[in-house]
């Protein structure tokens, strides 16, 4: 963290700079995601008619639908990463939210609305109270995270008595409002899966909210200089606060994206999803030391693991194989970030 | 702050605009199970056929060899190329695993689901657009598959029951059961066997741990079983491994003189075959993978052109010190 803010004291206005290398880097995840995409064009399996397997929009779509959940946690992620900080509990929020959705339906017979608004409270909440801990208390968001992944972990478990609650749909007692089965289907002709409409949602909306918001602006200069930020009379606590509010709103939307995808809510859902969206922010070029980073980045990162994972299945690449392709991309991305020339 | 809060509510008016608004969708969630001619895809011994098997993890060693025994037994058909996913015990992961398969049209779909009710529709979607699937070990929901193949854990927590009534503690005595994860169908399955095969008899269950399929979980359960009820004389655990932690926990404890018993019975050097053989374990109860089984399916399917039955349950059997070579050596025949 010291590194990143002793290079870049001016880190509060990220957006200034200019300059063909510089715009390169700043879209470094872009043309990662375009490089992945035609690689992915000219790799892909053919069928009989000699049309282009991983161009069909069916399997477009899949790629998005698969990329979704994971999508929309890295996207809460990216906030709590650019002040540099870190949220290790969402993929637990993602499994609390899918029990919490199962159970309220089915067992607690509750309408889709009401199950909704009291998960997502829920995801913010437990956002809040991390962020809390983080700011006022002072105890680093690695730790603090850490340990809420153990506790929505543990709540998970509590709230489905350690079982699957399965979601059956129907108007009867014990079955789920046919409205939530929505979120397993595709509409515009069948084509669109409901959660890629969703996940396109909340990235337009955050990525609106960071170009035009004053927390934004706060979000950077808390990740590039803390101090300086705080001596110039940002809000740090609040800001940090709300950052880890707004990633335990995702998780707990991603949440319920998933039992509605799945039927079911499964105390071990989402477990290492975390880890997937922090590949995501990171392949999207946000640095881990904060300050630096944006949503667009986070989101062709999360497309382009996604691409990733679909080609090298489609060409039935060895399992183990693969773990160790996407690993080295990861790296590699982060050590273009390295190269990014920093005045 | 306010401008916080704004814009996370438009971006939950949002959500809510489109969700209502997809309520002309094309239903994959209820759509009805079509007709299928489960020799669509037939094209008789000249084919060549692509075969997607999905499993739902390779961190359980059954489920290595599971896979391990389709890639034995499709090896001897030269028209079938299988290839394997791995959906690391997640149900969403799955889920794109088989529309991967779909999209690359293999000729039949096997699967061996992580968990039914997640995994039925998108194996009700791979049938439903002709591709033949044979469900392996768990099932799914409803009937939108060509078979399922798997044994039946309520017969073999029978068998293993009997056998402590009939060979092992034919007077009765005191036992400690270790579980699989609570919650999970094979552990619940396997526990109501077991009290069928022992009722009747004088053997009482004094204590039941939950040792989560994990051998180092059954040591530290058995550590405190040992404690707590001194005077058990043999354990029933779910699987091997379980059952294996609970020796080792004896052992440590000097308990020589205590009886285990297991079940799965893999053919593997780690597996519980080789622990009878070595007299670690006094029995295990085979639990068949029925990789073998799913390519002898492919093979009626798609080459011979006929049918196979909707369920096909594999047999258990009894392994002892007697017969552990002889099973160990049969089951891998190459």
Redesign the interface.
């Known amino acids: 963290m010291s590194n990143q803010t002793a290079e870049r004291p001016s880190a509060a206005a990220p957006r200034k700079r200019a300059g063909t290398a510089e715009t390169l880097f700043r879209f470094q995840s872009f043309f990662g995601l375009v490089a992945v995409f035609i690689a992915a064009v000219i790799f892909s399996?053919r069928?009989d008619e000699g049309q282009i397997?991983f161009l069909?929009s069916?399997?477009l779509f899949?790629i998005v639908r698969?990329v979704s959940?994971i999508g929309i946690i890295a996207v809460g992620l990216t906030f709590v990463i650019l002040i540099g900080g870190i949220d290790l509990s969402v993929g637990s929020v993602l499994g609390l939210a899918a029990v919490g959705s199962a159970v309220l339906m089915v067992e607690d017979g509750l309408g889709v609305?009401a199950t909704?608004g009291l998960v997502?409270l829920a995801g913010v909440v437990f956002g809040l109270l991390q962020g809390t801990a983080v700011a006022l208390l002072g105890v680093q968001a690695f730790i603090v995270t850490l340990a809420g992944l153990q506790i929505a972990r543990g709540l998970a478990r509590m709230w489905s008595?350690?079982?699957?609650v399965?979601?059956s749909?129907g108007d009867g007692p014990g079955q789920a409002p046919?409205?939530f089965?929505?979120?397993?289907?595709?509409?515009f002709?069948?084509v669109v899966p409901?959660p890629v409409?969703?996940f396109a949602?909340?990235a337009v909306?955050?990525i609106?909210?960071l170009r035009t918001?004053?927390?934004s602006r706060h979000l950077y200069a808390i990740g590039g200089n803390e101090k300086a930020a705080r001596l110039s009379g940002v809000p740090v606590n609040?800001v940090k606060i709300?950052a880890f509010g707004?990633a335990g709103?995702c998780a707990a939307?991603a949440g319920i994206v998933?039992a509605g995808?799945?039927?079911?809510g499964?105390p071990?859902?989402g477990?290492a999803y975390e880890l997937d969206g922090i590949a995501a922010v990171v392949v999207g070029g946000t640095s881990l030391a904060g300050g630096r980073g944006s949503v667009i980045g986070t989101i062709a990162g999360a497309l382009l693991l996604g691409i990733l994972?679909?080609i090298l299945?489609?060409n039935?690449v060895n399992?183990d194989l693969q773990l160790l392709i996407k690993g080295l991309v990861i790296v590699a991305a982060a050590a273009l970030q390295r190269l990014r020339p920093t005045s | 702050m306010r401008k916080t809060m704004r814009s996370l509510l438009a971006v939950t008016c949002a959500a809510a605009a489109l969700a209502a608004a997809g309520c002309g969708t094309t239903s994959e969630n209820s759509g009805q199970v079509q007709q299928q001619d489960p020799t669509k895809n037939c094209k008789g011994p000249d084919g060549k056929y692509t075969i997607g098997m999905s499993q739902a993890n390779l961190a359980e060693p059954y489920r290595v060899r599971m896979d391990e025994d389709i890639r034995t037994a499709a090896s001897k058909v030269p028209q079938f190329d299988v290839q394997f996913s791995d959906a690391a015990k997640d149900n969403s992961k799955q889920i794109s695993d088989v529309e991967n398969f779909i999209t690359k049209q293999v000729d039949l779909l096997m699967i061996s689901p992580n968990e039914a009710a997640p995994l039925t529709d998108v194996v009700k979607k791979a049938y439903n657009k002709g591709i033949p699937v044979v469900v392996l070990d768990r099932k799914v929901d409803g009937d939108g598959y060509t078979t399922y193949i798997g044994a039946d854990n309520v017969q073999i927590g029978r068998q293993a029951g009997e056998y402590f009534t009939k060979t092992l503690l034919p007077q009765g005595g005191k036992i400690v059961q270790i579980k699989g994860l609570s919650g999970s169908t094979p552990a619940k399955e396997r526990e109501d066997g077991f009290k069928e095969g022992i009722a009747g008899s004088n053997i009482e269950i004094v204590a039941t741990a939950d040792g989560e399929w994990e051998r180092s979980v059954g040591q530290q359960k058995m550590d405190a079983l040992l404690k707590a009820h001194p005077d058990i004389q043999a354990v029933y655990a779910q699987n091997d491994p379980m059952a294996e932690g609970a020796y080792l926990a004896a052992q440590a404890a000097g308990r020589n003189d205590l009886k285990f018993v297991g079940i799965d019975g893999l053919p593997i050097p780690s597996g519980g075959i080789k622990a009878v053989e070595e007299g670690r374990l006094q029995a295990t109860n085979l639990y068949p993978t029925g990789g073998a089984e799913a390519v002898e399916a492919a093979r009626a399917l798609l080459i011979d052109c006929q049918p196979v039955p909707k369920t096909q349950t594999l047999q258990t059997e009894l392994v002892t010190k007697d017969n552990a070579a002889e099973v160990y050596a049969r089951l891998n025949q190459s």
């Open positions: 399996p069928d397997l069909t069916d399997n899949n698969a959940e609305w909704v997502l008595g350690g079982e699957t399965q979601i749909y046919m409205l089965s929505l979120l397993g289907e595709r509409t002709g069948g409901i409409l969703i949602v909340v909306a955050a609106l909210f918001s004053a927390y609040r709300i707004i709103f939307l998933h995808q799945l039927n079911a499964s071990n859902d477990i994972n679909n299945s489609l039935s399992t």
